[in-house]
């Protein structure tokens, strides 16, 4: 990772917005239901260019523990002192690793410095990454449905928009009947299913009952903090499982292959800490021939680019959770929206850095919250 060698210059402002924009429709998955995106975005201002650091964490710890709250709280005390001019994103990278836990908070920081970095050196994120460019593969997350039969239709829009992948959200009581609709209906397309941890190994014959139906995988089945059960009930089914919740260092990932607990792994850059990480972790699952795929938080438009950029890393060799903005967002702070094309793939944004603009106006419209953390004239 050559890239870790860059000297981070002087930077004149820091500041920490809150946005807030409302979802077109509700999100729910088994623990939790958003009806709107609320989101800090760090930004860093250097000579008139500013890099972007989207956190992914929610103002409820019903995904992650951490919250907006706590990444304000860890971003402004300890991790915005730990910028020195002169030293190289490697050693702040180093730095940021003696905080213990706290990885979205981290993201936050290092996706807002990387996206600065990148486009001090006119280079596209990825080139500056040192990876190469290709289409990336487009995944949709279906937020758990009122009905078997509107969840049907959503997988049906989905499957004529040109998406890759279908997942579907599961829960208890709401899981093996559904997908069985789901698959009467199309019986061929690539599915996968997500619980967020809502099963114990004592459901393990109830999750066994997936089996039938050919699915991709089955994501964080149990407990959002387990790894080992995960192992104990891969070796009872025979759907890959992949985890997503309990995975957030190379250490977890590590850990998970050792112990067989997963076949597959969603790298969220955001709840691993940022895109070194996860690079880090695409790099051994790609020796030890685990796919990988990534996940998504929802994101505006900035945390959806940077998990664009991130999928042209090897290893990335499954659809992941990036689906198009319209179907989150009436309007997005950034620009241009993800579209699929023809073929159901995502162009990489064009411009610098993460490659998409945040129009002012458009931001003003959604923040509800601005603070400035950092300036250097005092
Ligand atoms: O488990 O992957 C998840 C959204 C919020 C919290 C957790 C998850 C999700 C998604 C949506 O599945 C992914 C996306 O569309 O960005
Ligand atoms: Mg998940």
Not at 44 to 64: H, I, M, R
Not at 91 to 117: P, Y
Not at 211 to 233: C, K, N, R, T, V
Request: glycine share 10%; net charge negative.
């Amino acid at each position: 990772m050559k890239f870790l060698q860059t000297p981070i210059g002087p930077v004149d402002h820091i500041d920490l917005l809150t946005v807030r924009l409302p979802f077109i429709q509700p999100f729910a998955i088994s623990s939790y239901a958003w009806s709107c995106k609320e989101a800090l975005l760090l930004r860093v201002e250097a000579e008139g260019l500013v890099g972007w650091g989207e956190c992914v964490a929610d103002p409820d710890p019903f995904y992650a523990p951490e919250t907006t709250g706590s990444c304000r709280y860890i971003i402004e005390k300890f991790l915005l002192p730990l910028l020195e001019p002169g030293m190289t994103l490697g050693d702040l990278s180093e730095r940021m690793h003696k905080l213990r836990g706290n990885q979205m908070a981290r993201a936050t920081f290092e996706n807002a410095v990387i996206d600065l970095l990148a486009k001090q050196q006119g280079l596209r994120l990825y080139e500056f990454l040192g990876l190469p460019e290709k289409k990336i593969m487009s995944g949709i997350s279906l937020g758990l449905q009122e009905s078997p039969d509107k969840l049907v239709q959503a997988v049906q829009e989905a499957i004529a928009k040109g998406y890759h992948r279908v997942k579907m959200k599961v829960k208890q009581g709401q899981d093996v009947e559904w997908v069985a609709a789901v698959r009467q209906r199309f019986p061929d397309i690539p599915l996968m299913v997500d619980a967020n941890g809502d099963y114990t190994l004592a459901d393990g014959s109830r999750l066994a009952g997936l089996d039938a139906f050919g699915l991709m995988m089955i994501e964080q089945p149990l407990s959002y903090s387990d790894i080992f059960q995960h192992s104990l009930l891969q070796r009872r089914l025979q759907t890959p499982l992949c985890l997503d919740e309990s995975i957030h260092s190379l250490e977890d990932a590590e850990t998970a292959l050792a112990l067989g607990a997963c076949r597959i792994i969603n790298i969220k850059q955001g709840r691993v800490g940022g895109l070194i990480e996860s690079l880090r972790m695409a790099e051994l699952a790609a020796a030890a021939g685990v796919p990988v795929w990534s996940g998504g938080m929802d994101e505006t438009g900035i945390g959806r680019a940077v998990n664009i950029h991130l999928q042209t890393a090897a290893g990335f060799t499954l659809p992941g959770d990036t689906s198009e903005t319209s179907r989150y967002f009436h309007e997005d702070i950034a620009d241009p929206p993800v579209v699929l094309d023809g073929e159901g793939y995502i162009a990489i944004p064009p411009g610098p850095g993460i490659g998409v603009e945040v129009p002012a106006d458009r931001l003003a419209r959604y923040t509800i919250q601005q603070e400035r953390l950092y300036s250097r004239k005092g």
